[in-house]
């Protein structure tokens, strides 16, 4: 069974700060990883990641898959307010083209 | 580009009774999915629809749980009849393509959610 695993489970810190989320995975005939943050109830896009080392940015946001090592990590720097969310890790694969499997999310609460 | 429509956005019902759920995915999106959010973990897959062929259907409760997506664009998924467990926020998904040579296709937007309470 395809698994995704998240950690820390949530995460406090303040206004300014780096944080980083962790997402580990075991899913058979793996095709890509991604980012979502979720606030209230939509999920939203942030990154898809197929290929290992190649990092992905957006603004103070980033993200990096190992694929040997089979997790991901997402940085937020300088950390706002507005940072405050659930950010979810998915990823596809397993028999089904398209099927994603999420992970438990990390809940993120940004300080003033 | 309007995102993905879901309708109604919270619905509060008695155990045993049926509800139905509506979602209309973004223009052009040939793949559409259903999603069941419990509390404090992330979205499970119900049911992935390929234009109005099912895709994966592996963890749909089919003895309670029916969707459908007759002519390919908006998608309906019922309860009949709901459990207490059934509550949740379901989320509804759409994409350009379930998997092409363009993997940015298969990127999934999400609508809003319908909160479910079953009492």
């Known amino acids: 069974e395809d698994k995704v695993v998240q950690s820390p489970l949530s995460l406090v810190v303040h206004e300014g700060d780096t944080v980083t989320l962790n997402c580990s995975y075991e899913?058979?005939?793996?095709?890509?990883l991604l980012w979502y943050k979720q606030e209230k109830k939509a999920p939203t896009f942030l990154f898809m990641l197929t290929s290992s080392g190649i990092e992905k940015k957006s603004g103070r946001l980033s993200s990096i898959l190992d694929k040997k090592e089979l997790f991901s990590i997402l940085n937020i720097t300088a950390t706002q307010t507005g940072d405050s969310a659930i950010y979810l890790c998915?990823?596809?694969?397993?028999?089904?083209?398209?099927?994603?499997?999420f992970g438990q999310g990390t809940i993120l609460t940004v300080h003033p | 580009e309007a995102g993905v429509a879901q309708s109604p956005r919270y619905k509060i019902i008695e155990k045993r009774q049926s509800v139905a759920f509506w979602c209309n995915p973004i223009?052009?999106?040939?793949?559409l999915y259903w999603y069941q959010q419990i509390l404090g973990q992330g979205p499970k897959l119900l049911i992935q629809f390929q234009n109005n062929g099912v895709v994966d259907d592996s963890q749909l409760p089919k003895d309670r749980f029916s969707a459908e997506r007759l002519k390919g664009v908006d998608s309906t998924l019922k309860i009949q009849p709901a459990k207490l467990e059934d509550s949740a926020v379901y989320l509804c998904?759409?994409?350009?393509?379930?998997?092409?040579?363009?993997?940015?296709?298969?990127?999934?937007?999400f609508g809003p959610g319908t909160r479910l309470t079953v009492l």
């Open positions: 998915a990823v596809g694969g397993g028999t089904s083209y398209g099927k994603l499997t």
């Open positions: 223009s052009g999106h040939a793949t």
């Open positions: 899913v058979t005939n793996f095709r890509s």
């Open positions: 998904a759409s994409s350009f393509g379930s998997w092409t040579s363009n993997r940015e296709s298969n990127t999934q937007y």
